[in-house]
């Protein structure tokens, strides 16, 4: 290897850190973690070298390293939510009412009844408050509170059908974002999947053709992220329960979104859940933080005898929820309790009229004239999110901003202060103004102007 090879001039991390700005780096965001990021910088400026890639110089490096540190240092960041999509899974999913949240604060900076029953002293249950609230308000035998929507689908399998079989239509054997996958969850719980109809149609006669003395369990889907348009059959949950009951086995309806009310606008499609353990589901599985609106949580309600054994399982206490979250929900709860359920922040914003949104946006685009040309006033369509209400949109407003390069531009307005998170469009970026709230909008003006800073206006 000759000395004017490209991989030969890549500095060493000692070298890195003994110099006067590394030193600084390590005294202000802490010597491991400034060391390991300054190991990863490294890596892949040697992996580019060794292609020939001449090395950026060592303040580069630096530079580089440090990105990466203070973030890890700096902990999550507060975005703008520019997309209107109200359940953004990326960006947290529901954003918590004032009062949840302060909840959550005081149950994690003192201590709390957790799992004490005050009066007699004894150990409790953390979620018992929660799964009373829940009992109430859906008129349901029994609750049960755990981590996430997807802990909950693999309790109810593992806890009830493991080394059984499990029946599902081939038209609900889904993925939702990324790891949560049926057929996955299915062979991790241990029980066994038995695909019933095909992709398109699938009927109450397939599911009865499909029983054998090893079926434990009928599971349905709710296909929240995907809808199979046209030529199309599902059993009523109403058959499939029947069928279910006829062969002693549960059904277990995985609602996704869980609309714990039915509301005026909101699609017959969503079912909710009063609606499914009305129609005979034996077990419904939801989560706390997508159309409920609170924090993340997974919620199983149903019949006494099957919620006792998911309680009994050891994979219960394995997916239990801490202080913060229990606090949270409980709040939550006690505000749809009240019939202050349509007030919590998803709900403001998917029902909030066009007509609002609209305003927002002129005061955005106002406060962005006298900057630039190409910002306007523009219809657009928000969306739920979170795997919810797929091809429902909800008429909005927003500012496009026509830019030279769209994605250029939302790059800089993701790593600008504030972050802003917009969509991208072919010759602009669109701001809409649903998910923002108005006390933002002076901030949103702010890091559209510094984004723009980079970036050439163009004209309409
Ligand atoms: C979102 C969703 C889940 C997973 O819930 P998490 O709370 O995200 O774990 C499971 N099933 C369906 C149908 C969903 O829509």
Redo the contacts with the bound molecule.
Sequence with gaps: MSASEPRRRVPSVDALLRGEPGKRAARSLGRPVVKLALQHTLEDVRAAAAKGVEPPDDDEILARALALASDAATGLTPVINATGVVLH?GLGRAPLPEDAALAAARAAVGYSDLEVERVTGRRGRRTARAELLLRSLTGTGSALVVN??????LLCLAALAKGKQVLVSRGEL?E??GE?RIPDIMAASGAKLVEVGTTNRTRAKDFRAALTERTAMILK?????YRVVGFTAEPAVADLAAIARGAGVPLLY????GLLERRPGVPAEEPSVAEALGQGADLV??????LLGGP???IVLGRDDLVERLRRHPMARALRMDAMRVAALETVLGAYARGGGADLPVWRMLREPAEEVRRRAARLAEALDGELEGARVAACASTVG???LPGFEIPSWGVEVRVPDPPAMAARLRTGRPSVFCRVAETSVLLDLRTVPEDRIAHLARAVQYALEGDDVEDD
């Design positions: 899974t996430n929507g997807a802990g909950g689908v889904i939702i974002g949560f889907v709710h296909p929240s992220n995985d609602l996704g979104s599985v939801f989560s706390g933080d997508k993340q949580a997974g979170g795997g919810s």
